[in-house]
């Protein structure tokens, strides 16, 4: 993995987190062209989630619009999985819509760099990555979101906190870990299976309005991922490393990074609270 990192971090900034593109219309008019562009390229949209109304009615007034399109896993999403599990920490894709009025900021992830990092990027997952690039081109001028830093790869920071629980089931292991997020104040979504990996997506209200006030391009990362995995007679666990996001321009020095922080300590503690003890791939 240290060495993925460093090849990711010797191609620079050229790669983007994410994609963007700009569009025209009301929410209902865009959210429909972006469910119809997704269909065109043949992703299917699992469920479209109003997180906007949902931070408002939490946090109160000044959120903008915003929606995910979580798709439904294909190809693509089983075969990043089956090579590294941690690609589950944007899987199955998320499509954002925010913006207010009549013009909207439609994005996804980049595979290129995310499923580079991951040290999975080829064949389906490839494929995958073009089908959103295509997608969002059948909406306008795609634009990339670049880093504004790379990870230093000397640092031990994965891309994912891992974990795992000795003699466990997975069954047991996602049902602890979904009623110590219920516990912590997070909302929940049912889960989803790609291929071995069950994947748990809570979001708090909270989080998201700090992360998507500083930048709203992050929202291929939501809802946040948790997954589980049977390991042997061991279980997988882990979730997304929020740290991260701090690599996204206008993140570091803003307060999203103190809730990032929370958020790692969150989610740390939800971890070893099923059992979990910290495992590095190979380990």
Known sequence: MKKVWALVVALGLSLAQSLVVQVQGSLESVEARVLEALKGVGLEPDRVLNLGEQVRQVTGPGFPDYRLVVL????????????????AIVLPPTVFITGEGDKYLVGTFDGRLLFSMLGVYGGQVERLTWRL??????????????????????????????????????????????TELTSA???????????????????????????????????FAAPCRFFAMQMGPDVLVGAIEPMLMTIMPGVMGSPAVTMLQEARQVMTGILEAVGGEPYRPGQ
């Open 185 to 219: 104040g997070l909302n929940l979504l049912p889960n989803v299976k790609v291929g071995p990996v069950t994947v748990i997506m809570p979001c708090k209200s909270e989080w998201a309005r700090i992360m998507f006030l500083t930048q709203p391009a992050g929202g």
């Open 72 to 87: 439904k896993p294909e190809k693509g999403s089983l075969e990043a999985v089956s090579k590294n599990p941690m690609a």
């Open 133 to 178: 690039e295509g997608a969002l081109g059948r909406l306008g001028l795609v634009r990339k979101v670049s880093p504004a830093m790379m990870p230093d790869p000397g640092s031990g920071m994965m891309p994912a906190l891992l974990y795992r629980v000795r003699e466990a089931k997975v069954e047991d292991v996602v049902l602890m870990v979904e």
